[in-house]
């Protein structure tokens, strides 16, 4: 269900060089001020979102990154594999299940190499309808030295708004928490098209006859193998056509690319000789909604919202951490990422940052107000306007998220470690330990 539009407050990369900088003057925390518009985006009463635009060298770098999402979620493992090993790739998916909707590859940031400039040369090459090996190879050559750029920039955007809201908070907590972190995790993120859900099933099927012929397939296996034969490509995260379930980001900010698009269709050419891994080819296409698809849920106003942010800016979210740091002068956004309706064969690309304070930060609740507690955990609604039948659906969705979302109280208390909440959150929504990937 696609809720109304909000559009990003945009904030120029020269405005923030500006605020961040050490000369940067106490007038600019007067109201009507760039810093005061920040904080009131990212406050309890805004979105808990803002968009950086004009910032050097992301559009060229988003733009390089992106699409190889794509090409590396339609390898097929033993291709992917070394690859990902080469350039120091990890997953937070399980990349053999035939039936995922998402596929994301993860590194380790490192803030010492924030500022210091990769010794590689990102040129503008166009992706195209795949056939080309030596594009291809080339574009994969540049993988790690473009994610790793693309991260380092993101990061300094995070560090450099966390001065700013420092300065209208007072004291340093948002920034030294990052910087005592000491890493940052990116991660390039793929959601599948119904195509490419396609591709990928067909080679785990050939692969598995081929392994079956070979004599390398156990009875286990082959059962396995049957199941996943007749899984239906229907979107298996809920009813209401989610690619990423309703949750919050638990670190201090999330700095996300403006998401690309490709229409995709069923090609049977190898992406190099002597493989069995088939590809789409694809091209860019525009947002069938003219926005990004990132849908946010606001329990002041009972409301769902769609994010609309300007072409190839960089946008910075609020995290829970930042919420109970900033003692809810910044607000943790409650969102999903939902599929274009009826648009079967366009998948969604983006790189995010996730930027956190260190494992053994330790959250106070004290002169945390308590209002915010008793809203963030109040039942959710859904705005009550339209036909009967639109309420129904509004409804509907709003029982979801109540069955999915844990309460912040339910896995906050007070003098506990960034470790220990960040496990519970993540054991709460995903089951298992809560332990997060070292890649």
């Not at 940031?109 to 590689?120: G, I, K, T």
């Not at 229409?263 to 891994?277: F, I, K, N, R």
Request: aromatic content about 8%; hydrophobic content about 30%.
């Amino acid at each position: 269900m696609e809720g109304e539009v909000v559009e990003l407050y945009e904030l120029h990369y020269s405005d923030l060089m500006q605020l961040s900088s050490e000369k940067a003057s106490s007038e600019i925390q007067r109201p009507g001020s760039i810093s005061t518009n920040v904080m009131e985006n990212l406050g309890p009463d805004g979105p808990g979102l803002i968009a950086v635009t004009g910032v050097p060298e992301a559009s060229n770098l988003r733009r390089n990154l992106l699409p190889l999402a794509q090409k590396l979620a339609l390898l097929n493992n033993e291709d992917r594999k070394p690859l990902l090993k080469e350039h120091n790739l990890g997953s937070d998916v399980p990349l053999k299940n035939p039936n995922r909707n998402v596929s994301s590859f993860s590194m380790q940031l490192n803030y010492e190499q924030c500022h210091e400039r990769s010794d590689c040369w990102v040129d503008d090459v166009e992706f195209g309808n795949g056939d080309d090996e030596e594009v291809d190879q080339d574009q994969f050559k540049k993988l790690g030295c473009t994610f790793k750029e693309l991260g380092y920039c993101m990061m300094d955007i995070g560090l450099r708004l966390a001065q700013i809201c420092d300065k209208v908070i007072g004291g340093q907590e948002l920034q030294q928490s990052l910087l005592e972190s000491g890493t940052a995790k990116g991660r390039l993120i793929h959601y599948h098209s119904a195509v490419d859900n396609d591709i990928v099933r067909e080679a785990a099927k050939r692969n598995g006859q081929a392994k079956a012929r070979n004599g390398k397939v156990n009875k286990n296996e082959q059962s396995s193998l049957k199941q996943r034969e007749i899984v239906s490509s229907k979107d298996q995260s809920n009813d209401y056509g989610l690619w990423q379930q309703w949750h919050y980001d638990y670190g201090i900010f999330t700095v996300l690319t403006d998401p690309m698009f490709l229409l995709s269709s069923h090609q049977e050419t190898p992406t190099a000789v002597g493989t069995d891994s088939p590809i789409s080819s694809e091209q860019e296409f525009p947002s069938p909604g003219g926005h990004t698809y990132l849908q946010i849920f606001d329990p002041k106003k009972n409301q769902v919202f769609m994010v609309k942010a300007p072409s190839e800016s960089l946008i910075l979210q609020v995290g829970e951490a930042a919420d109970i740091l900033s003692k809810g002068k910044l607000r943790a956004t409650l969102h999903c990422v939902c599929r274009p309706p009826k648009v079967e064969n366009l998948s969604r690309e983006t790189f995010v940052v996730f930027l956190q304070p260190a494992w053994s930060k330790q959250f106070s609740l004290l002169d945390y107000p308590l209002a915010l507690l008793a809203l963030s955990d109040q039942k959710y609604g859904v705005c009550t306007k339209g036909t009967e039948k639109s309420r129904q659906v509004q409804e509907e969705l709003s029982h979801e998220i109540q069955k999915i979302v844990p309460p912040l109280l339910s896995r906050l208390k007070d003098g506990m470690t960034f470790a220990e909440f960040s496990r519970g959150t993540t054991k709460q929504y995903y089951g298992g330990k809560g332990l997060q990937s070292n890649k």
